[in-house]
């Protein structure tokens, strides 16, 4: 490999670690829902890609900027969100998780339906920032939407950390997600909790969406299934209910597919990710960071 | 009438499927990999009928045995994790198997036309029916009667010590190792014998559609294949059967004249079924009270 190949390759990289916030903030959310009802929303990506059309359908009537697209998109997260607690989650016994996975493949479904059904399967444009910024670091060029997307998911990330560390709300949810029964006891409503997790990962899911729909430039139904799987494979290389682990898997997995898809063509691109989630539950089953054996 | 015997033939082959992911969630594993298995099943059954010119049933046999073996393989390094990782693990295995098929290439010239898999352009010219002079009711007396034969199996099993194993590892994973069994062994087994199921439809299913290709295989049709049995319920094997006729039947063809709205209510219903019966349509209850009704007259005469 010679040096071209080599700034190449770096180039992709840094692409890919831009668009890996996009993961990052999936995984937040897959792993935000189940460290507090302790069952796995497989609704949760097309829910974002959803919430992602929502704010173009919000904006349809007049051009807004960006920025206000971005907004509405969280705002459709939120509601989404709730919606799918009261649908998926909130009338099934707790004790059965397959019937929630279950409802959650149905909701899967009936989301991407809906989104099909109202745009006709058509792909539709996404406006992105800052799309005609392009900062030049010696050979390497770095988008400005992707820079953009990745400032955004930060700033995400960080908002949300100070939430859930920060607050009674996130005091709250980090209670019922560790003792449901103690923490009711001690005065906590878990139906408020469950219900303002999920309007917290929908937010967090609409910008995700909205970011992805920003990088990609449009979007589109068959979105919903990559990212499901992504989002899913981030939760587990991060480790389940770990949030630093999320956001760091997040950008390695944003990044190596770059690389891959660089060196080795789309067509292979996800087989190696595949590799590395293996690799992981092989060696290391408790994701990056690891929690330390005997706690429940 | 060519259509409901295509139509009973979908069904008996996402029969298998389901079946074969009962079997897994018997042990209360929730595996995505099915479809894997199935798409194994196809590829290895098609190429030895369509390269090699084996027999049939040979082929089946061998596609049950790969899958079966690619299944245990998985099963143990699959079965260190439990729960959400577990479903994570089998999908993303799922989605490995697919990309390999979608970059697989192995043909050779037979005559004018090269035969064999060809990467994203999938396997076509699986002839084996039209070409031994099967006709689609031969095709459909023989898929049913494999389906019979694996429900049978699977309704043997279930009564048997074995069953009993794999429930109680199910139940309480915690309670059966105590009482002396091996959880490891109960999982891989059950994960085994639901790769030889699962290879045995992907067989057959490769041969009446006589063309497969990697999209076949994905995520939705992982999903489908534990939809089956958790719709149905865990009780018994025919209510896998009965959810299959329902979302297949009903569901898919049956509501066709709604057009584009049949695919909302698709998604909608499988949520409303789970809101309305969590332990699925055919539950420990309902058994009871079908018994009832069934044998009520027999009961108050005995009485």
Redesign the interface.
């Known amino acids: 490999m010679d040096l071209l190949d080599l700034i190449d390759a770096v180039q992709s990289v840094a692409d890919g670690l831009l668009f890996g916030s996009t993961y990052a903030l999936l995984g937040i959310g897959f792993t935000l829902i ?1 460290g507090v009802m302790h069952k ?1 929303n497989l609704s949760y990506a097309a829910a974002s890609i959803g919430a992602a059309y929502g704010s173009l359908l919000l904006l349809s009537g007049f051009t807004a900027p960006a920025i206000v697209v971005f907004m509405a998109a969280a705002l459709c997260g939120g509601v989404i969100g709730a919606l799918v607690y009261f ?2 989650f909130k ?3 707790v004790a ?8 959650t ?10 989104i ?2 109202t745009t006709q399967g058509v792909p539709l444009a996404y406006p992105a920032l800052y799309s005609d910024v392009v900062v030049r670091l010696g050979p390497f060029m770095l988008r400005g939407d992707l820079m953009f997307v990745f400032v955004l998911g930060c700033a995400c990330m960080v908002l949300f950390l100070l939430l859930l560390y920060r607050t009674r709300l996130g005091i709250a949810t980090r209670a019922v997600s560790q003792q449901p029964v103690a923490s009711q006891l001690c005065g906590i409503s878990i139906l408020q909790v469950n219900v303002l997790t999920f309007v917290v990962t929908g937010i967090l899911g609409g910008i995700a969406g909205a970011m992805s729909g920003a990088a990609i430039g449009m979007l589109s139904p068959l979105l919903a ?1 990559p990212l ?2 992504k989002g ?2 981030v ?2 290389i991060g480790g ?1 209910g770990s949030i630093p682990g999320a956001i760091i898997a997040g950008l390695i997995v944003g990044g190596l597919e770059s690389l891959f898809q660089f060196l080795r063509g789309v ?2 691109r ?2 190696y990710i ?2 590395l ?2 690799a992981f ?2 060696f290391r ?1 408790g994701g990056i960071f690891a929690k330390a054996p005997g706690r429940d | 009438m060519d259509f409901y015997l295509g139509l009973a033939q979908v069904i008996g082959v996402h029969t298998l499927l389901g079946l074969s992911a009962y079997c897994v969630l018997l042990t209360s594993q929730v595996s995505l990999a099915q479809a894997a298995f199935f798409a194994v099943g196809a590829y290895v059954a098609a190429i030895l009928t369509v390269i090699f010119k084996w027999h049939l049933f040979a082929a089946l046999g061998v596609s049950a045995v790969v899958s079966g073996l690619t299944a245990c393989a998985v099963g143990f390094p699959a079965l260190r994790v439990k729960g959400l990782m577990l479903v994570v693990a089998t999908l993303a295995f799922g989605e490995a198997v697919r990309l390999f098929f979608f970059n697989f290439t192995y043909q050779i010239q037979a005559g004018e036309l090269k035969i064999g898999p060809h990467g994203a352009e999938g396997f076509r010219q699986i002839r084996y029916f039209p070409e031994h002079g099967w006709s689609t009711f031969d095709v459909l007396v023989f898929i049913w009667l494999m389906v019979a034969i694996v429900m049978a199996c699977l309704w043997w099993l279930d009564q048997s010590r074995a069953g009993a194993v794999m429930r109680a590892v199910g139940e309480d994973e915690v309670a059966a190792h105590s009482a002396g069994i091996n959880v490891t062994a109960a999982k891989v087994s059950a994960m085994t014998i639901g790769g030889v199921i699962a290879g045995i439809g992907g067989g057959i299913f490769a041969h009446y559609t006589t063309h497969i290709e990697h999209a076949q295989f994905g995520v939705i049709l992982a999903t489908f294949a534990i939809a089956y049995p958790i719709l149905g319920g865990l009780s018994n094997v025919f209510g896998t059967l009965l959810a299959v006729i329902f979302i297949q039947g009903f569901l898919i063809e049956g509501l066709r004249f709604l057009g584009d709205w049949r695919n909302l209510l698709f998604g909608a219903l499988i949520v409303l079924a789970m809101n309305l019966r969590p332990r699925g349509f055919l539950d420990a209850g309902g058994i009871a009270s079908l018994k009832r009704m069934l044998f009520a007259g027999k009961e108050s005469s005995g009485a």
Not at chain 1, 97 to 103: F, H, I
Not at chain 1, 107 to 114: F, P, Q, R, T, W
Request: glycine share 4%; aromatic share 6%.
């Open positions: 189940f796995i649908i998926g009338f099934i016994p059965n998780p397959l019937a929630t996975l279950m409802s493949v149905g909701l899967l479904l009936l989301i991407d339906e809906i099909v059904h299934q499901t799987v899913l494979i939760t587990v389940l067509t292979e996800d087989l595949m590799m989630l293996f539950l092989v089953p």
